[in-house]
């Protein structure tokens, strides 16, 4: 399973630092040390957080969107995971994004999509393509 420091849980959810040391000292967020000391937190718990915060937080108004690239990613979280005999709906959180693809349940499998993986949602029109970030 993945594992994140708290700064990029930070940016994943578009706080500080600072408010993830008081999510994770207030228990909203489990954490470990590492051997060298540095805190970090489970993706799936990660994720978990990041589908709240989704649920919880006012969405942002859409602006007008003007001089954007044609294709966009997000870096983030995959939150959520549901399959079925044929196609898979994944859901990637990038901050206050949450994006959600269609794509066939084999390649949800070959990528190794569950909750707590980082991914990339490729936005394209209206087709949302999920890979996963170069190590």
């Known amino acids: 399973m993945s594992?994140?420091?708290?700064?990029?849980?930070?940016?994943?959810?578009?706080?500080?630092?600072?408010?993830?040391?008081?999510?994770a000292d207030a228990g909203r967020l489990a954490t470990r040390r590492t051997s060298g000391g540095h805190r970090v937190a489970d993706g799936a718990d990660v994720a978990v957080l990041l589908r709240e915060l989704a649920?919880?937080?006012?969405?942002?108004e859409a602006g007008a969107v003007v001089a954007q690239s044609a294709r966009n990613r997000f870096a983030g979280i995959v939150t959520r995971v549901v399959?079925?005999?044929?196609?898979?709906?994944?859901?990637?959180?990038?901050?206050?994004?949450?994006?959600?693809?269609?794509?066939?349940?084999?390649?949800?499998?070959e990528l190794g999509l569950k909750p707590g993986v980082r991914a990339v949602a490729a936005v394209k029109a209206t087709n949302v393509v999920v890979e996963l970030p170069r190590a």
């Open 55 to 60: 649920e919880s937080e006012p969405q942002p």
């Open 83 to 109: 399959k079925d005999k044929v196609t898979a709906q994944v859901e990637v959180q990038a901050g206050p994004h949450r994006m959600v693809s269609l794509m066939t349940r084999e390649a949800a499998e």
């Open 3 to 23: 594992e994140f420091r708290l700064g990029e849980v930070a940016a994943y959810a578009g706080v500080s630092v600072d408010t993830v040391r008081r999510w």
